[in-house]
């Protein structure tokens, strides 16, 4: 072999890499939630998210069921909150008056489950594949 043309084979390799990896995130794309804010409400604790949909497709309805932990690690509540309609590609921002919960007794939530997925071309239980969550509020978020 001629180095000319183990340079050319060299880069092929590098394009199918690349290539194979580009394919690779794109499966990997899936909804992000971040819980943004918590505040206090005359109800009880106003929950803001900010989600984003990674698909390369509509989600036209999503539910989460999430977990409230309070500040013992024990089970406050499970909440089914409607996400509505998340557009290909884009974020929006919902929020939550959750009657009934004090704010500084939230110490973690999980998003058990995805119970609602609904859009063209999404299978069931799409909703939670990669699902990426995070939180900026004292309370953490896990998926």
């Known amino acids: 072999m001629t180095l000319r ?6 880069m092929f390799s590098a394009v ?11 499966v990997a794309k899936g909804l992000d939630v971040e819980l943004n804010a918590l505040a ?19 989600v036209a309805k999503v539910s989460f069921e999430f977990v409230i932990f309070n500040v013992k690690g024990t089970v406050e509540r499970l909440a089914l ?17 959750v009657p009934g ?9 999980l998003i058990n489950d995805a119970p609602v997925c609904e859009g063209e071309g999404l299978e069931k239980g799409r909703c ?13 978020l896990e998926g």
């Open 16 to 26: 199918a890499l690349s290539g194979a990896a580009a394919e690779e995130a794109a």
């Open 40 to 58: 206090s409400s005359q109800k009880g604790c106003l929950f803001t998210f900010v989600a984003q949909n990674g698909f390369d497709r509509n």
């Open 101 to 109: 919960i004090k704010c500084e007794g939230v110490k973690n939530l």
């Open 81 to 97: 909150l409607d996400f509505r309609d998340l557009p290909a590609g884009k974020s929006k921002v919902r929020q939550f008056d």
């Open 128 to 140: 939670m594949d990669g699902i990426v969550t995070r939180s900026k509020a004292a309370a953490g």
């Open 5 to 10: 043309t183990l340079l050319v084979s060299a």
